[in-house]
C-alpha cells in the first residue's frame, strides 16, 4: 500500500454496551474538557458530584454532530469556490429502559419532579424555563480495560419528552434524545460537546 494511512486494527473497532449519564458539576472548560472517571468506569464522586446514571437502555445509545455547511458560489466557477459553518447539532439518543422518575425529570425537557412518602411525580404543564444539563456517554473500550470512548455534551436539553408504553407483551423503555446547546462562556471550538478515546 502506497503512502501513509490508518493501518487496519481490529482493536479500534467498537463493540459493546456504553452507559448514558447526567453529570453533576458539569465538566470544566479546558484544552482537554475531561470527565474524571473511576476505576469502575463511573464518573468520579467527587468531580462530578451527584451524577446520575440512566440505567438499561433497549439498544445502543447514538450519538450524532450534524454541521449545516453553506455553499459560497460564484458566476466565475462551476461549483462552489468555499463553504462556511452556520450551525451545528451534537446530540445524544438512547431508548432507556428503566421507568425511573428520579432519572427521567432530566430526558422530559420540561417538567417539575418531586417525592413525598409513597411515590414520585413529575408534573407537567406551565412551565417556561427548559433546564440544561451535562450528558456524557462512557462506554469501555473492547479489550482495553479502563480505557474508555466518551461523549459530553457540556449543556443539553432534552428533546422528546415522555412517551412509554406498558403492556405484558414487551417490556417498558422510554426514547430519549439530549441535543447540545452552545455555552458562550466557553472557549470558541469547545462550546458544544467534545468526543475523546483514552489510551
Not at 463493540?15 to 470527565?35: K, Y
Request: some cysteine; aromatic content about 6%.
Amino acid at each position: 500500500m502506497a503512502g501513509t494511512g490508518t493501518a487496519y486494527s481490529a482493536a479500534k473497532i467498537h463493540q459493546g454496551p456504553g452507559d448514558l449519564w447526567i453529570i453533576g458539576g458539569g465538566v470544566v472548560d479546558s484544552a482537554t474538557p475531561q470527565l474524571t472517571i473511576g476505576t469502575d468506569g463511573t464518573p468520579d464522586a467527587t468531580a462530578h458530584p451527584a451524577s446520575v446514571h440512566l440505567g438499561y437502555t433497549e439498544s445502543a445509545i447514538a450519538m450524532a454532530y450534524t454541521p449545516k455547511l453553506v455553499d459560497i458560489t460564484a458566476d466565475q466557477a462551476p461549483a462552489p469556490i468555499a463553504r462556511y459553518g452556520e450551525a451545528e447539532k451534537m446530540a445524544l439518543s438512547a431508548e432507556v429502559k428503566q421507568l425511573d422518575l428520579v432519572m427521567l425529570q432530566s430526558c422530559a425537557g420540561m417538567g417539575v419532579y418531586s417525592t413525598a412518602s409513597g411515590y414520585d411525580q413529575l408534573t407537567i404543564g406551565g412551565i417556561t424555563a427548559v433546564p440544561s444539563v451535562c450528558v456524557a456517554l462512557i462506554a469501555p473500550k473492547r479489550g482495553a480495560a479502563g480505557k474508555y470512548i466518551v461523549v459530553i455534551l457540556f449543556a443539553a436539553t432534552g428533546q422528546v419528552g415522555l412517551g412509554f408504553s406498558a403492556g405484558r407483551a414487551k417490556s417498558s423503555f422510554n426514547k430519549v434524545e439530549f441535543e447540545g446547546l452552545a455555552d458562550p462562556t466557553r472557549v470558541a471550538g469547545r462550546q458544544i460537546g467534545v468526543v475523546y478515546i483514552t489510551k
